[in-house]
């Protein structure tokens, strides 16, 4: 029997499922069970930020199994505090501490928490084109279709419209309009809504799985005053853009700002053990020396996980890994996928920043039809399946979602490596423009 239907599979219909089954990994390279490479440019769920098996993290993991498997985050742990040390120092100033996690999703949880608990008020404002999690209060506060399902409208998550220019919800012309009618608009939606009753305001920085958007000069800024002048926490979610994605160790550092809370994941220790947290600034920090923080976590700051994290931003600061991001984007990816998208009448649009990047398809570039419409499965989705097949079919795994081709290598791919990638993807948009009317 096939061991694969024994493991209910998150987001799919379940039954037989006509997947690579991968048994082994090396940089940017899966290896599947017939023996055959394929160059990963999604970084997994862009988390393999150092691509697979890199020595570093994997001894760090060893060695820490050796000596203390696990522990229970009540006691002091020389391993968890090393890795608290190593994120802090990277991070912006003022956000001094760290709230441990095993994912994303948990550390969104308990920014809010935090925040909720800090200055006592009910809602958060999130942007639409956002994903947040899937845990109750991220699903709410996502804010594209993978939210409809679970929503119950009971998390106190208010959505408002974030820059982006290419589908501008304010008619905008130049990114400097589009950067200022989005703040004139989330100003109205904070005083309209009340500020008294806005807790926190959650933001990608760069927006990522919902369609790589990177905000105009001044957004991030324009959102701190804000959130400033309100009394209102600033979270950033940084769990898919932090730790180098996007040429900076944070998205919010090309903006120069700091938020209140800082969430990450992924990125932080290339996914090889589950972690993830939340970095504290100094005034939420502050309210909890006065009463307890009221909820834990068994798992908070694992040692296998902690290990992993030293291992990960030590080779990152040693192999200049967040330079060589923002190359990538600037050198490599940059300039040839914008040449793929002259050559393809199927692209609509091409965006990104350092190692993350959307090639958006459509029917027209006038329009700007999708070229597959929102949560298409079977024949609706036909284009998108071709491409994917045209990609595995040459030994490239892709990362496509909705009408998109997120692509997003580990941030150490060599140029060769890269530009056998981005040839795969020429001939799998040509399969893409042959559905065009
Ligand atoms: C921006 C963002 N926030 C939160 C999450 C949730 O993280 P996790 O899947 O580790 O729970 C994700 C996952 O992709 C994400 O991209």
Same mark, same amino acid.
């Given at each position: 029997?096939?061991?694969?239907?024994?493991?209910?599979?998150?987001?799919?219909?379940?039954?037989?499922?006509?997947?690579?089954?991968?048994?082994?990994?090396?940089?940017?390279?899966?290896?599947?069970?017939?023996?055959?490479?394929?160059?990963?440019?999604?970084?997994?769920?862009?988390?393999?930020?150092?691509?697979?098996?890199?020595?570093?993290?994997?001894?760090?993991?060893?060695?820490?199994?050796?000596?203390?498997?696990?522990?229970?985050?009540?006691?002091?742990?020389?391993?968890?505090?090393?890795?608290?040390?190593?994120?802090?120092?990277?991070?912006?100033?003022?956000?001094?501490?760290?709230?441990?996690?095993?994912?994303?999703?948990?550390?969104?949880?308990?920014?809010?928490?935090?925040?909720?608990?800090?200055?006592?008020?009910?809602?958060?404002?999130?942007?639409?084109?956002? @994903?947040?999690?899937?845990?109750?209060?991220?699903?709410?506060?996502?804010?594209?279709?993978?939210?409809?399902?679970?929503?119950?409208?009971?998390?106190?998550?208010?959505?408002?419209?974030?820059?982006?220019?290419?589908?501008?919800?304010?008619?905008?012309?130049?990114?400097?309009?589009?950067?200022?009618?989005?703040?004139?608009?989330?100003?109205?939606?904070?005083?309209?809504?009340?500020?008294?009753?806005?807790?926190?305001?959650?933001?990608?920085?760069?927006?990522?799985?919902?369609?790589?958007?990177?905000?105009?000069?001044?957004?991030?800024?324009?959102?701190?005053?804000?959130?400033?002048?309100?009394?209102?926490?600033?979270?950033?979610?940084?769990?898919?853009?932090?730790?180098?994605?996007?040429?900076?160790?944070?998205?919010?550092?090309?903006?120069?700002?700091?938020?209140?809370?800082?969430?990450?994941?992924?990125?932080?220790?290339?996914?090889?053990?589950?972690?993830?947290?939340?970095?504290?600034?100094?005034?939420? @920090?502050?309210?909890?020396?006065?009463?307890?923080?009221?909820?834990?976590?068994?798992?908070?700051?694992?040692?296998?996980?902690?290990?992993?994290?030293?291992?990960?931003?030590?080779?990152?600061?040693?192999?200049?890994?967040?330079?060589?991001?923002?190359?990538?984007?600037?050198?490599?990816?940059?300039?040839?996928?914008?040449?793929?998208?002259?050559?393809?009448?199927?692209?609509?649009?091409?965006?990104?920043?350092?190692?993350?990047?959307?090639?958006?398809?459509?029917?027209?570039?006038?329009?700007?039809?999708?070229?597959?419409?929102?949560?298409?499965?079977?024949?609706?989705?036909?284009?998108?399946?071709?491409?994917?097949?045209?990609?595995?079919?040459?030994?490239?795994?892709?990362?496509?979602?909705?009408?998109?081709?997120?692509?997003?290598?580990?941030?150490?791919?060599?140029?060769?490596?890269?530009?056998?990638?981005?040839?795969?993807?020429?001939?799998?948009?040509?399969?893409?423009?042959?559905?065009?009317?």
């Amino acid at each position: 029997m096939d061991l694969d239907e024994l493991v209910f599979h998150p987001w799919v219909t379940q039954g037989p499922r006509d997947v690579l089954t991968l048994v082994g990994g090396s940089g940017s390279y899966v290896i599947a069970a017939d023996g055959r490479r394929y160059l990963d440019f999604s970084s997994q769920l862009v988390f393999t930020n150092l691509g697979h098996q890199h020595p570093r993290i994997v001894a760090a993991i060893k060695q820490q199994a050796d000596r203390l498997c696990t522990l229970a985050p009540g006691h002091a742990s020389d391993v968890r505090g090393e890795a608290a040390r190593a994120i802090v120092e990277v991070a912006p100033d003022g956000l001094g501490h760290v709230l441990f996690t095993t994912g994303g999703t948990e550390a969104i949880e308990h920014a809010v928490r935090m925040a909720r608990a800090h200055n006592g008020r009910p809602k958060v404002l999130a942007a639409y084109r956002s @994903y947040h999690g899937s845990t109750t209060t991220s699903i709410h506060l996502t804010g594209d279709p993978r939210r409809w399902a679970s929503d119950t409208g009971a998390a106190g998550a208010v959505h408002f419209f974030g820059p982006f220019l290419y589908r501008s919800a304010f008619g905008s012309t130049s990114p400097e309009e589009e950067c200022e009618r989005a703040l004139a608009h989330l100003e109205q939606v904070i005083l309209l809504e009340g500020p008294s009753t806005i807790s926190a305001l959650i933001l990608e920085p760069v927006t990522g799985s919902s369609g790589v958007i990177v905000p105009p000069t001044g957004y991030l800024r324009g959102v701190r005053d804000l959130c400033t002048r309100h009394g209102i926490v600033f979270i950033a979610d940084e769990v898919l853009v932090g730790f180098g994605r996007t040429g900076a160790w944070f998205a919010i550092d090309h903006a120069g700002v700091a938020p209140d809370l800082m969430v990450f994941a992924k990125g932080v220790n290339s996914g090889y053990v589950p972690l993830g947290g939340v970095l504290v600034g100094d005034a939420v @920090y502050e309210t909890f020396t006065k009463r307890p923080y009221p909820v834990g976590l068994t798992y908070s700051g694992h040692p296998l996980a902690c290990a992993a994290a030293v291992g990960a931003i030590g080779a990152m600061r040693d192999e200049d890994t967040v330079a060589a991001a923002a190359r990538l984007g600037t050198e490599v990816l940059g300039p040839a996928l914008a040449k793929l998208a002259e050559s393809h009448p199927s692209v609509g649009d091409v965006r990104g920043i350092g190692g993350l990047w959307a090639v958006e398809l459509v029917r027209d570039r006038e329009t700007k039809e999708p070229l597959v419409p929102v949560g298409a499965t079977g024949e609706a989705n036909a284009p998108m399946t071709a491409v994917l097949k045209a990609c595995l079919g040459r030994g490239l795994v892709p990362l496509i979602l909705a009408n998109r081709i997120q692509v997003a290598p580990p941030l150490n791919v060599s140029d060769g490596d890269a530009a056998a990638g981005l040839a795969i993807l020429d001939e799998a948009l040509a399969e893409a423009d042959t559905f065009l009317g």
